[in-house]
Antibody, heavy 120, light 108 residues
Framework: QLQLQESGPGLVKPSETLSLTCTVSRSSIVSVGYHWNWIRQQPGKGLEWIGNIYYSGSTNYNPSFRSRATMSVDMSQNQISLHLSSVTAADTAVYFC????????????WGQGILVTVSS | DIQLTQSPSSLSASVGDRVTITCRASQNIDNYLNWYQQKAGKAPKFLIYAASNLLSGVPSRFSGSGSGTDFTLTISSLQPEDFATYYCQQSYSSPGFTFGPGTKVDMK
């Protein structure tokens, strides 16, 4: 069973860059048909897709994040990363790493999520 | 941008009740509609894909229907473990996608 584990700082200052890593275990990032996503959930709110990346490096971003988000793949470490620049308090959220397959975007594997608070 | 709305935003029900949640898309999305269940403090769990197909291991009391712009998730007989928030997700714009705002099902 594939496992995903998010890691990174739990506190980021306003205007700085939020950087998170997702470590994939019991599967390879280089798996045909698997797309690796970042999804966030602000406190008490719904789910918001940030973007996804394929092992080839091909990325897709939510237009709301396109100017601030950067995702990358490290095949040697079996990790994906997210960098979100110029953060504000509105970026305080639980950030999930998740895997989907199929054109129907079946998100069948999720990390436990990591709470990131933006505050000075 | 494809927008999703869900109704109701919340509902109160009892164990054994039949529960129906509606998801509406702002444009035709064929059957590119999935459903998730999320319990407090946990990651979402995938339930249904392509509007009406249950993922392996999902109890048969869950069912989905619809196509085009209007979709429903039905729980035929609500169980104690079903109290949660339910989200629809459109994947018509795959590999991008959006979620609905969620429907919270709590105990009456």
């Amino acid at each position: 069973q594939l496992q995903l584990q998010e890691s990174g700082p739990g506190l980021v200052k306003p205007s700085e860059t939020l950087s998170l890593t997702c470590t994939v275990s019991r599967s390879s990032i280089v798996s045909v048909g698997y797309h690796w996503n970042w999804i966030r959930q602000q406190p008490g709110k719904g789910l918001e897709w940030i973007g996804n990346i394929y092992y080839s490096g091909s990325t897709n971003y939510n237009p709301s994040f396109r100017s601030r988000a950067t995702m990358s793949v490290d095949m040697s470490q079996n990790q994906i990363s997210l960098h979100l620049s110029s953060v504000t308090a509105a970026d305080t959220a639980v950030y999930f790493c998740a895997k989907h397959f199929s054109d129907y975007v079946v998100i069948d594997s999720w990390g436990q999520g990591i709470l990131v608070t933006v505050s000075s | 941008d494809i927008q999703l709305t869900q109704s109701p935003s919340s509902l109160s029900a009892s164990v054994g009740d039949r529960v129906t949640i509606t998801c509406r898309a702002s444009q035709n999305i064929d059957n590119y509609l999935n459903w998730y269940q999320q319990k407090a403090g946990k990651a979402p769990k995938f339930l249904i894909y392509a509007a009406s197909n249950l993922l392996s291991g999902v109890p048969s009391r869950f069912s989905g229907s619809g196509s085009g712009t209007d979709f429903t998730l039905t729980i035929s007989s609500l169980q104690p473990e079903d109290f949660a928030t339910y989200y629809c997700q459109q994947s018509y714009s795959s590999p991008g996608f959006t979620f609905g705002p969620g429907t919270k099902v709590d105990m009456k």
